[in-house]
Nanobody, 124 residues
């Protein structure tokens, strides 16, 4: 059974950094594009970043461009999201997801497997 497990969330002050990890079991992530999304209560899940299976293509949401970096270590079957210069508006539950078609999509419905999320809270 495929599972994605996020970790690395927590409480941080504005301007601080966190590094999220997404580890997979039951699936070789090297075959999939991987995305990060975030969601706050009452709002839709929002795209954050995506990386193609070879890391040749990467996209970021405008709101995080220049502050967040997505990367992957296929040997460790893990994808990361380095978040720097965090702002209170980055507060959300962060999810990783896999895309078996390698569409490198910004749309959540193109992803087939999701983790359960990790909470990031940025205080002002």
């Amino acid at each position: 059974q495929v599972q994605l497990v996020e970790s690395g969330g927590g409480l941080v002050q504005a301007g601080g950094s966190l590094r999220l990890s997404c580890a997979a079991s039951g699936r070789t992530l090297a075959s999939y594009a991987m995305g990060w999304f975030r969601q706050v209560p009452g709002k839709e899940r929002a795209f954050v970043a995506v990386i193609s299976r070879t890391a040749a293509t990467i996209y970021y949401a405008n709101s995080v461009k220049g502050r967040f970096t997505i990367d992957r270590d296929n040997a460790k079957n893990t994808v990361y999201l380095q978040m720097n210069n965090l702002k209170p508006e980055d507060t959300a539950n962060y999810y990783c997801a896999s895309d078996q078609l390698d569409l490198v999509s910004l749309l959540h419905y193109n992803y087939d497997v999701w983790g359960s999320g990790t909470q990031v809270t940025v205080s002002s």
